[in-house]
Antibody, heavy 122, light 110 residues
């Protein structure tokens, strides 16, 4: 069964950092690009960041550029999101998402995890 | 990276067809054929319904179809069913390994 399991969310103060992880199973992880997509409570989807199969192409939303860093470890079948200088507007459910292509072009976000909640508040 | 523009809501009766528009710019929808559509029911993760403008993933009903003209993409749902009631999001590649979503459209089946 294809599965993505996120972890690392929680309550954090503004200005602090958090690292999200996503463990993949049931497919050949290093054949596909991966992404992080978030959804603030009661709001729509926002693409956050994407990474190609070999980490050669990375992309970030303007809202997180310079603060967030995406990475992957193909040997561990894992995706990561290092989030620094967190703000209240970063509060959201963060989904780990599998693309159906090796490029970080968001061809199709075909598999979604259940998400991990990040709350930024003092 | 400006969000794509979708109507906030659309509605239709069972059996009817509805179309949801998604307007972007020449830097995203207008240039790339990497437009996808997602269905999200309350409390659930999104599900891809259309990708690369017109392609349907295995298992998605052929009542769902996609198209694009210029900077605007569209999702058409024919033969509306109660289970189609959900929020629909469009998404487009915007170059330099970035993507952008629309604000979402709530579909109500009357």
């Amino acid at each position: 069964e294809v599965q993505l399991v996120e972890s690392g969310g929680g309550l954090v103060q503004p200005g602090r950092f958090l690292r999200l992880s996503c463990e993949a199973s049931g497919f050949t992880f290093d054949d596909f690009a991966m992404h992080w997509v978030r959804q603030a409570p009661g709001k729509g989807l926002e693409w956050v960041s994407g990474i190609s199969w070999n980490s050669g192409s990375l992309g970030y939303a303007d809202s997180v550029k310079g603060r967030f860093t995406i990475s992957r470890d193909n040997a561990k079948k894992s995706l990561y999101l290092q989030m620094n200088s967190l703000r209240g507007e970063d509060t959201a459910l963060y989904y780990c998402v599998k693309d159906n292509d090796a490029r970080a072009a968001g061809i199709a976000f075909e598999i979604w995890g259940q998400g991990t909640m990040v709350t930024v508040s003092s | 990276q400006s969000a794509l523009t979708q109507p906030a809501s659309v509605s239709g009766s069972p059996g009817q067809s509805v179309t949801i528009s998604c307007t972007g710019a020449s830097s995203d929808i207008g240039t790339y054929n990497f437009v996808s559509w997602y269905q999200q029911h309350p409390g659930k993760a999104p599900k891809v319904m259309i990708y690369e403008v017109t392609k349907r993933p295995s298992g998605v009903s052929n009542r769902f179809s996609g198209s694009k003209s210029g900077n605007t993409a569209s999702l058409t749902i024919s033969g509306l069913q109660a289970e189609d009631e959900a929020v629909y999001y469009c998404c487009s590649y915007a170059g330099r390994s970035t993507s952008v979503f629309g604000g979402g459209t709530k579909l109500t089946v009357l």
